[in-house]
């Protein structure tokens, strides 16, 4: 009987398989390898009450990080600064999602209510410079206009008593 040739596609058939078994026994030791190995360290996020568990989804550079959770009263969004939460609801809304924050706090999510499902912007207000000036001074008058109440109301007034008017003028 004539001998049969091998021919070069049986011969390269034979590497390959060689070459993807021996490919396949190597996988395991490169991927547990130091040189592939990244640290991490994880932290646990737990919405306090949360009952239908609690998804983080977006984090800025100061930290702050957005996402949802359930409890007995729906599902809520959430901002969580530095392990201080707070609950994210847009009103009229039947459930919310905080998707992302970006450095000025701005958050975008995702609500639902009887027209559907919308997007939203949260921006936190933060009052005018101005707002706060006028604000303390007012206080701090008022506190003064009581302190003299009392010390007048307490104390006879002395001869040649005099009253003193103050005059404030208030500047940008």
């Not at 609500?111 to 101005?130: D, K, M, R």
């Amino acid at each position: 009987m004539p001998k049969k040739e091998r021919g070069a596609l049986s011969l390269n058939s034979g590497w390959i398989i060689l070459s993807a078994a021996a490919m396949f026994a190597t996988a395991p030791l490169a991927a547990s390898s130091p040189a592939n190995a990244l640290a991490f360290s994880f932290t646990q996020l737990d919405v306090p009450g949360a009952t239908g568990g609690t998804f983080a989804q977006g984090i800025n550079d100061a930290g702050q990080i957005v996402g949802s959770f359930g409890n007995s009263t729906g599902g809520h969004g959430f901002l969580d600064t530095g392990g201080s939460f707070t609950q994210l609801d847009v009103p009229g809304g039947g459930f919310t999602q905080a998707f992302g924050i970006n450095g000025a706090a701005q958050i975008v999510g995702a609500f639902n209510n009887s027209t559907g499902t919308h997007g939203f912007l949260a921006t936190q207000a933060v009052p005018e410079p101005a707002t706060l000036t006028l604000l303390s001074i007012s206080l701090t008058l008022t506190g003064l206009a009581m302190m003299r109440r009392r010390a007048t109301s307490t104390s006879p007034k002395p001869h040649g008593y005099r009253h003193l008017v103050v005059s404030t003028t208030l500047c940008d």
